[in-house]
């Protein structure tokens, strides 16, 4: 089923064409680089009548499209006014030229805020997704202010392609005695071929060009074997494909690096037990279908931020990135983002279909995103904490379709005053309380809808510190600007208890009645088609196991419709969770 926007007033149409690749720019509500082509704004249809005060009208700003991905656009405009808050941003997507639109996720009303240090501006904004790699979109973007100022734009961005050496590119042998030779003549456009080999460690210092990368492949996938760090420092343009690295992979300060097909074998030492790491700001990295392995066993000991782990699966900084289909297991963290002072333009940030297991801290810690990032569709097993926003900066970041199995602590870490994490269709089943954040401090913009969430008590001796086994713990909740239904929420032991922000309930019924979730539906492990059993004591290493759903299960047919998320269900609605019942799951891990 698709939502079409339908006819509605505008009192200005301006058509916008957006080059996306000169469209980057900074986070945070900041405009970036003006678009080109712009054509002047026309008269379409009567005015809307201002039914206000002044402050109470939209003043539209310029709409950009920064740092396009592979498969996602971000979407950010300004805006003055709105002093009310009312106006609404509706999306609808097409390949450019094409006739048929189809509708999106609206954007995201981001009002100004601030926490930890890092502050932002009022804005509309949020992500198209699913869309083609190296493909011309136009995006259709429709203010609807009832006070005044509604306006309808056309923007024209191209998502990146999937990075590949260039045709006819020239390849250059190379073995362990000759690599520093050939590294010293290399240009752009050439493939080094690899050797089989055990290679030193070395810094690569060359740089490919647009169209004209330099590739370090393989010439037998595997058998290239890297001792020690590859090290790439402010370099652009270079693809690793097919090596072995027993040690760490370092790209700071990199743009438009590729590692694809590796295998990283972490060491503890002086490469400090990580695997990919970019901890200085780059741009538009891919990161895809490697084999990941850390040092850091699963045990209790090993668990929490001062727990006795070592090292990040991949880590990055900047804008742009696409981290998808990689294995990564035994790090304290999966994959993560910079924090504090060394997050730098953490927006517009792809982590997708990743396998992640035994991750002692967080298996994707998102930390300080601005906005638009998009952890989708991964599978976390056996993780002390499944996601991290600690904070979100405003957001929206989205949270969609991922499956989580046996998380110690908390599925989603809201923390440090985080704004704007929008949780759709994810999967989780863990003991302790389902659905739960333990900050202290406000929970702010959170949007929740589709979720399939079990929690219940851990087993008797059982390792418990992800509570006490409630459906929802949101103590720190903020009612005021939350958006929460159509959830399905259950405990494996059939207790139906919780807390929002004030609000108790214990039961479905008392849940409804509350400020959220007037349709959310009551789940147990029944709903599973394959018999899960439920994870009793998060300590057990537990294999991933298959959570989608069975014919008759009480989640299905109960969620919303949300644009470009959900299109194409069966049945009567979409099902919750992350698997819609007679769908193909993804090809979690490489490909």
């Known amino acids: 089923m698709k939502v079409g926007l339908g006819q509605r007033p505008w009192t200005a149409v301006l058509m916008l064409v957006c080059v996306a690749t000169g469209c980057g720019g900074g986070g945070g509500g900041e405009p970036v680089a003006d678009p080109v082509g712009t054509v002047p704004a026309t008269d379409n249809t009567l005015p809307v009548t201002p039914s206000g005060p002044a402050s109470d009208a939209t003043t539209a700003g310029t709409p950009s499209v920064p740092y396009p991905t592979l498969e996602n656009l971000s979407v950010e405009w300004p805006f003055t006014g709105d002093a009310n808050g009312n106006a609404v941003v509706e999306v609808r997507v097409r390949r450019a030229g094409s006739g048929a639109w189809q509708a999106s996720l609206p954007l995201r009303r981001v009002a100004a805020g601030s926490t930890e240090g890092r502050s932002w501006s009022t804005h509309h904004v949020g992500s198209v997704f699913d869309l083609q790699p190296d493909t011309a979109y136009e995006l259709e973007l429709t203010l609807n202010d009832p006070d005044g100022g509604a306006v309808q734009r056309i923007v024209q961005a191209r998502t990146r392609g999937v990075p590949a050496p260039m045709a006819g590119a020239p390849v ?63 370099r652009h343009h270079v693809h690793l494909d097919g090596l072995t690295v027993n040690g760490r992979v ?94 730098v333009d953490q927006h ?27 952890i989708l569709r991964n599978r976390i097993t056996n993780a002390f904490v499944g996601v991290s926003s600690q904070p979100g900066l405003g957001g929206p970041t989205y949270f969609v379709r991922n499956v989580m199995y046996n998380i110690a602590h908390v599925a989603f870490k809201l923390y440090r005053g985080s704004h704007g994490d929008v949780l759709l269709h994810n999967t989780v089943v863990k003991a302790g309380d389902g659905l739960a954040v333990y900050a202290g401090v406000p929970v702010s913009a ?95 290493r537990y294999a991933a196991p298959d ?45």
């Open 348 to 374: 517009s940030l792809d982590v997708i279909e990743n396998d992640i297991e035994n991750a002692t801290d967080d298996a994707i810690e998102a930390d300080f995103c601005q906005h638009n990032c998009r």
């Open 172 to 234: 250059k042998p190379a073995t362990p005695s000759t690599l520093g030779a050939v590294m010293a003549g290399a240009r752009p456009g050439d493939i080094i071929e690899l050797a089989a080999g055990t290679y030193a460690g070395f810094e690569w210092t060359k740089d490919g060009s647009t169209g004209q990368p330099i590739v370090l492949r393989a010439a037998t996938r595997g058998a290239a074997i890297v001792e020690g760090e590859l090290a790439m420092f402010s």
């Open 547 to 591: 959570l989608q759903l069975r014919a008759g299960a009480a989640a299905l047919d109960v969620g919303a419709v949300l644009p470009g998320i959900n299109d194409g269900f069966t049945g009567m609605a979409p099902d919750a969770g992350a698997y819609e019942l007679g769908g193909a799951a993804p090809a979690y891990g490489p490909r």
């Open 446 to 540: 959170l949007m929740t809808r589709n979720n399939l969430i079990i929690g219940g008590r851990p087993g008797d001796g059982a390792y418990a510190g992800g509570g006490a086994g409630r459906v929802i713990e949101l103590r720190d909740l903020v009612l005021a600007g939350a958006d929460m239904d159509h959830d399905a929420l259950g405990a494996h032991d059939g207790s139906f208890a919780g807390r929002l922000a004030d609000v108790t309930f214990a039961s479905l019924a008392e849940l409804r009645r509350g400020p959220q979730e007037p349709h959310a539906v009551e789940v147990s492990m029944a709903v599973f088609a394959s018999g899960v059993a439920f994870p009793t004591d998060a300590r057990t």
């Open 250 to 343: 370092r790209l700071n300060s990199s743009n438009d690096i590729a590692v694809v097909r590796c295998t990283i074998n972490a060491r503890a030492g002086a490469t400090n037990g990580d695997g990919i790491v970019m901890f200085r700001r780059g741009e538009n990295a891919y990161i895809a279908d490697n084999v990941i392995t850390g040092t850091t066993p699963w045990t209790e000991a090993a668990m929490g931020a001062g727990g006795a782990n070592l090292g990040e699966g991949i880590a990055v900084t900047g804008p742009g990135h696409v981290i998808r289909n990689n294995r990564v297991s035994g790090f304290r963290d999966g994959v993560s983002f910079m924090e504090e002072d060394e997050a």
